[in-house]
C-alpha cells in the first residue's frame, strides 16, 4: 500500500489512488478486474467476504446448486479454463462453483489486487478532482477514475423484521447467509419460511435430518425437476471438444444459454401434441421447460395450458389432497423465476413434514419456541428464512454512493432504478453496474451476463484512455428513452403480470418497477455494440481532446454474434416478442 497523500484541494486524506475501484468479488468483479489488468489498468477489488464467489461465497445452505446446466454456468472467456475444469454434475453443487471460483482467482493470479473480509461503506464522487473517494469499514480510503459496482443481483438479504425475532432461543438462518461451518438439523423442529428458489432447493435435505419441518408458504411456486446426475466423461469431453460453438450458440439465445426450443404456440397443436410437448420437456427438466412452447411468456391462454400440466405434476406426486391444493400456484408459469428442484413435492409425503399456509395470515411473531401464526405456535429449535434478497438494488442501498452534486443514488433511484442499459446512470460519472438494472441481468444466465458487461466496460474505458477523456456520464434523454423501453417490453410479457422480486415486489415499501431488461440477451448485445459503434452513442466524454475517434473493439468481439434466428423468428422481433426464461 502507498504512504497516505494528501489531497490540497479536499484537504482529505487518501491511502491509495488506483485506476479502478471494483465493489464485490463475486463473478463479475473477479472477471472486471482480469480485463482492467489485462488492459493495463490498475485496480483494487473489496470483498465483504473471506474468499471469491460472491453469490457462490455466501449461499452455503443445502442443496444449493446451479440451474443452468454446469457446463453452460461458467465463464467463457478463456478456452484454456473451459478445457482444463471439469464438472461433475449435471447441475454444480455450491462447493463445486466456489472451487470453480477459487480456481479461476489462483489461476490468473487475481487475489493480490481484492482485499477481503472489506465492506464498502461509501463512494463519493469528487468533481473537482473527477474521481471517486471511496471508503470501507476497515478504514480505507481509495481514489480512482472509475468505480465499478459488481455487487451481485441477489446478494442483499430480505430478512422480513417478524415481531419477537430477538425472543428466540435458538437459531435463525437466512439462506444468503449460511454459516460456513454449516448447520445441523438432526432431531431438530424446523421452520421454514418461504417457498422459493432456495426453499425447494433446501427443503428436502433439512427434512432428511429434521424431526420436525414445518414450512410456511406465502406463495407456492412452480418447479421442474432437475434429474441432476453426475456427468459421463463421454458426453463432457463431447461438449470440450465443441465447446467454442456451443458458447458462440448460446450467445445468440435469449437466454445467453443453449438449450432446445420450440418456437410454436402452444395454442397452434392439438391436446395431444401439447401434452407430448410438455411431457418431453418435463422429462427434459430444468429452466428449458419454459421451451416447450415460444409463447409461453406471452400468451394467457397458452400458459394456462402449461400451468395446468404442472398442477397435474403435483396433484400426482403429494398424497394429501389438501396439501397438493396448497402447493397448487394459480398464476401465470414463469411469472415468478421458475425454481428447480430434486425431490421437493415428494417431500411433503413424508410425515414429519408439514405445510402452513400464511397467505391469509401472516407469520405474527416468533416467541422463545417457535414461529406462531393465525393463533397457532409452530415448535421451532431452529428458524430457516429462506425469504429471498432485495434484488437488483439492495447492495446498492447498503453503500452510501453519491455522485455529482452530492446526488444519492438512493435519491436518484427512489422511483426505481434509472439507467441507460443498466451499465451507468445519469448524475454518476465514471460510475459502472455490472448486470445493474435495467440490463438483462438475471434473466439471462448470469455470467454470460457478466462478461458481456465487463468486457463492454473495459471497450470503454480503453476508448477513453485512447481518446484523453476524463470522464463518462449518460445523457439524460438516452436513459429516459431506455428506461421506456425497458418499461415497453416489460409489459409484452406475462412476467410483469405477478408480485415478484423481479419487480422489487417481495419487500414491502420497494417502487414496483420490472427491474431486469427482458427484450432477450442478444438483443441487448447488439444494441450495446451499436452504441459502441457509434462512439458510445448516448453517453458524454468530458475532456476529450478526440471525442469523434472510432472506438476500437477489443473485448466485445465475441459479442458480435448473430442473432440465433431460429429461436428468434422475424415476427418475434418485429413484436419484441423475444422469449426469456
Ligand atoms: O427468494 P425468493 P429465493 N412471510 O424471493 C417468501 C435465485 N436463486 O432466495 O412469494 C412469509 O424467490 C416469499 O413469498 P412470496 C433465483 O433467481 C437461484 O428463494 O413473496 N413468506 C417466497 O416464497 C431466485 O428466484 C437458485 O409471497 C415470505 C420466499 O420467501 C432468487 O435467487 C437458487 C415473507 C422468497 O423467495 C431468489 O430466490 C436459489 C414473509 N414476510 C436462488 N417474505 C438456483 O437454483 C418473503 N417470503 C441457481
Redesign the pocket.
Known amino acids: 500500500m502507498n504512504a497516505a497523500v494528501i489531497d490540497p484541494s479536499q484537504e482529505r486524506t487518501v491511502d491509495r489512488t488506483v485506476d479502478a475501484v471494483v465493489v464485490g468479488a463475486g463473478f463479475g468483479g473477479m472477471y472486471m478486474l482480469h480485463c482492467l489488468r489485462k488492459q493495463g489498468f490498475t485496480a483494487q477489488v473489496f470483498e465483504a467476504g473471506s474468499d471469491v464467489g460472491g453469490t457462490w461465497y455466501w ?1 452455503r445452505y443445502p442443496g ?4 443452468i446446466e454446469s457446463m453452460q454456468y461458467s465463464y467463457s472467456f478463456s478456452e484454456e479454463l473451459d478445457q482444463e475444469w471439469t464438472w461433475s454434475e449435471k447441475y454444480a453443487p455450491q462447493p463445486e462453483i466456489l472451487a470453480y471460483a477459487q480456481h479461476v482467482a489462483d489461476r490468473f493470479d487475481l487475489r493480490p489486487d481484492i482485499q477481503f473480509n472489506t465492506r464498502v461503506t461509501s463512494a463519493h464522487y469528487d468533481e473537482t478532482a473527477k474521481r471517486w473517494l471511496v471508503e470501507t469499514d476497515q478504514g480505507d480510503r481509495i481514489e480512482a477514475q472509475f468505480c465499478i459496482m459488481a455487487v451481485g443481483c ?1 446478494s442483499a438479504a ?1 430478512i ?1 423484521d ?1 415481531a419477537g425475532m430477538d425472543d428466540f432461543d435458538g437459531p435463525i438462518y437466512h ?2 447467509h449460511w454459516p460456513k461451518e454449516g448447520a445441523d438439523f438432526h432431531g431438530q423442529k424446523v421452520c421454514v ?7 425447494i ?1 433446501s427443503i428436502p435435505l433439512i427434512a432428511e435430518q429434521a424431526a420436525q419441518l414445518t414450512v ?4 407456492p ?1 412452480y418447479t421442474v425437476p432437475a434429474w441432476n446426475e453426475r456427468l459421463d466423461p463421454a458426453k463432457v469431453a463431447e461438449v470440450k471438444a465443441t465447446y467454442p460453438e456451443l458458447r458462440a450458440k448460446a450467445r445468440a439465445r435469449p437466454t445467453g444459454f443453449y438449450f432446445p426450443f420450440n418456437t410454436k404456440s402452444a395454442l397452434d397443436v392439438s391436446e395431444d401434441e401439447r401434452r407430448r410437448a410438455y411431457e418431453a420437456a418435463w422429462e427434459r427438466g430444468g429452466l428449458p421447460f419454459l421451451g416447450a412452447f415460444g409463447d409461453l411468456l406471452f400468451d394467457e391462454a397458452s400458459n394456462d395450458t402449461v400451468a395446468d400440466f404442472a398442477r397435474d405434476k403435483i396433484r400426482a406426486v403429494v398424497k394429501d389432497p389438501a396439501t397438493a391444493e396448497l402447493l397448487c400456484p394459480d398464476n401465470v408459469l414463469g411469472c ?2 421458475l425454481c ?1 428442484d430434486t425431490g421437493y413435492y415428494e417431500t411433503y409425503n413424508l410425515p414429519h413434514v408439514q405445510l402452513v399456509d ?1 397467505s391469509e395470515h ?2 405474527e411473531r416468533f416467541t422463545a419456541t417457535g414461529v406462531v401464526t393465525n393463533g397457532v405456535e409452530y415448535p421451532a429449535d431452529a428458524v430457516v428464512c ?4 432485495a434484488a437488483m438494488t439492495g447492495s446498492f442501498d447498503k453503500i452510501d454512493i453519491r455522485g455529482r452534486g452530492g446526488l444519492t443514488l438512493k435519491k436518484a433511484w427512489e422511483a426505481g432504478p434509472r439507467t441507460y442499459l443498466g451499465v451507468a446512470s445519469v448524475g454518476f460519472p465514471n460510475f459502472f453496474m455490472i448486470t445493474g438494472p435495467g440490463s438483462p441481468s ?1 434473466l439471462a444466465s448470469m455470467i454470460q451476463s457478466i462478461e458481456q458487461h465487463a468486457d463492454w466496460m473495459i471497450d470503454c474505458i480503453a476508448h477513453m484512455r485512447d481518446i484523453g477523456a476524463e470522464t463518462f456520464e449518460p445523457t439524460l434523454q438516452a436513459q429516459d428513452d431506455w428506461v421506456k423501453h425497458v418499461n415497453e417490453v416489460a409489459e409484452i410479457s406475462l412476467r410483469s403480470t405477478c ?1 415478484s ?1 423481479y419487480v422489487g ?2 419487500v414491502p415499501g420497494r417502487p414496483r418497477v420490472f427491474m431486469p431488461y427482458i427484450g432477450g440477451f442478444p438483443v441487448y448485445v447488439q444494441k450495446c455494440n451499436e452504441v459502441q459503434s457509434h462512439g458510445y452513442e448516448g453517453f458524454e466524454f468530458d475532456g476529450a481532446p478526440l471525442p469523434n475517434a472510432a472506438p476500437a473493439v477489443r473485448e466485445t468481439e465475441r459479442w458480435r454474434v448473430p442473432l440465433d434466428v431460429d429461436v428468434i423468428s422475424p415476427a418475434m422481433l418485429a413484436s419484441k416478442r423475444v422469449p426469456v426464461v
Do not use: E, H, M, Y
Open positions: 449461499n444449493a446448486r446451479c440451474d441477489l430480505n422480513p417478524f439462506t444468503g419460511i418461504g417457498t422459493g428458489s432456495s426453499a432447493q410456511f408458504q406465502r406463495t411456486a415468478k423465476r428447480v400464511v401472516p407469520i429462506a425469504t429471498g434478497f438475471v408480485s422480486w415486489a417481495n
